[in-house]
């Protein structure tokens, strides 16, 4: 019997999501199928209930309904609790695991397919809403020397806050206090992107050999410009992350983990 899945947003016709998980379970020889569900703005606990009783296993979940998701769970994971949001849902009779599968994708993008290793690399995270805290827990546990920047001071000091614990290589600042600091990996974690913003970061931010990675795929936004003309070495969007990150879902409701190259690859020639 195949068993159900389904990605949740609004919008969502744009999503890649149908089509990922679709070679991910030809080329592991799971009997799944998968969709695309528009879900009315007010509507997403609706949408998941009637989802549960027909018999879906899982979903994943976009814009804007995140947040909902994370309230909607009644068990989380640890990087779910951290991020206070959730982007995959596995069901389990009455129960609703809740899990954020962001931040795991964007370090294996980065790791295996960029092949830029992060322990003891000097990180600058821009952003602190909920794609910054969606990825801050994995790239602390990946060992980065961390320092998420915002233009309110406040909340990237509450984020990085949030993640010491022991650890003394986590910082918040504003981006007037970036002047004379260099990176070796500078992550775009806002949405300038979407309003083709530029972002205040000085020209010398990036270091010697540094990657530049928008989170955002499908366009050159202003921070990847800005990035190529000051010196980063490599440029990238986030396309592998959202391969990744499908890869973790699949892998926690399947208990396979496909592999993401042929997949992207395909992605990418397209």
């Not at 309003?195 to 990847?224: D, K, V």
Request: proline share 4%; aromatic share 8%.
């Amino acid at each position: 019997m195949t068993d159900q899945y389904a990605v949740i947003g609004n919008p969502i016709a744009h999503s890649k999501s149908p089509e990922i998980h679709r070679m991910f379970a030809e080329q592991t020889g799971q009997d799944i199928s998968y969709e695309a569900i528009l879900a009315p703005l007010d509507g997403f606990a609706a949408t998941v209930e009637r989802l549960r009783k027909e018999g879906y296993k899982g979903c994943n979940i976009t814009v804007p309904f995140k947040f909902e998701a994370f309230q909607l769970a009644t068990e989380l994971t640890e990087r779910a609790q951290v991020a206070q949001a959730v982007n995959t849902l596995k069901f389990d009779g009455d129960i609703i695991q809740g899990d954020n599968t962001d931040g795991t994708g964007l370090v294996r993008d980065i790791q295996f397919n960029l092949g830029i290793t992060l322990n003891n690399k000097r990180v600058l995270l821009i952003g602190a809403g909920g794609a910054a805290y969606g990825v801050a827990l994995p790239l602390r546990d990946a060992g980065a020397i961390l320092k998420i920047v915002n233009r309110t001071s406040d909340k990237a000091q509450a984020l990085a806050s949030g993640l010491k614990s022991n650890n003394t290589n986590i910082s918040g600042c504003s981006f007037d206090e970036l002047a004379d600091h260099q990176f070796d990996v500078v992550i775009n974690a806002t949405s300038a992107g979407l309003t083709y913003s530029t972002l205040p970061i000085p020209p010398s931010i990036f270091a010697p050999g540094a990657l530049a990675y928008e989170m955002m795929y499908g366009r050159e936004t202003p921070f990847m410009k800005f990035a190529r003309e000051h010196g980063a070495a490599i440029v990238s969007d986030g396309l592998g992350m959202l391969v990744e990150q499908a890869a973790e879902s699949f892998c926690w409701w399947r208990g396979v983990r496909p592999d993401t190259a042929p997949v992207l690859a395909k992605l990418r020639s397209a």
